[in-house]
């Protein structure tokens, strides 16, 4: 049974800081692609980050030089550590991992950015 358990969200003042986490079970991690996403109120879900089993990473303009995706093989995690948060960065953040056809999802986790 392939799992994904996103953990992290919370609470943050404008220019602040996050780390979301996901952990996977059930599939080989390391051969993944894993990407977060992030959906907000009344909007489409949309790429936040990627990162391939290489360690290639991609991000979406709109977090570029503010956000970084990581993993651990080891510990079957990835990560994204958010800086600089501004307010429309709130949403449900979720993970996804993806190999070949295969795409699995992780519920999210709640970042909401307010003073």
């Known amino acids: 049974q392939v799992q994904l358990v996103e953990s992290g969200g919370g609470l943050a003042q404008p220019g602040g800081s996050l780390r979301v986490s996901c952990v996977v079970s059930?599939?080989?991690?390391?051969?993944?692609?894993m990407g977060w996403y992030r959906q907000a109120p009344g909007k489409q879900r949309e790429l936040v980050a990627t990162?391939?089993?290489?360690?290639?990473?991609d991000y979406a303009n709109s977090v570029k030089g503010r956000f970084t995706i990581s993993r651990d093989n080891a510990k079957n995690t990835v990560y994204l550590q958010m800086n600089s948060l501004k307010p429309e960065d709130t949403a449900v953040y979720l993970c996804?991992?993806?190999?070949?056809?295969?795409?699995?999802w992780g519920q999210g986790t709640q970042v909401t950015v307010s003073s």
């Open positions: 996804k991992a993806n190999y070949m056809w295969r795409n699995y």
């Open positions: 059930g599939v080989t991690f390391s051969s993944y692609t």
């Open positions: 990162i391939t089993s290489g360690g290639t990473t």
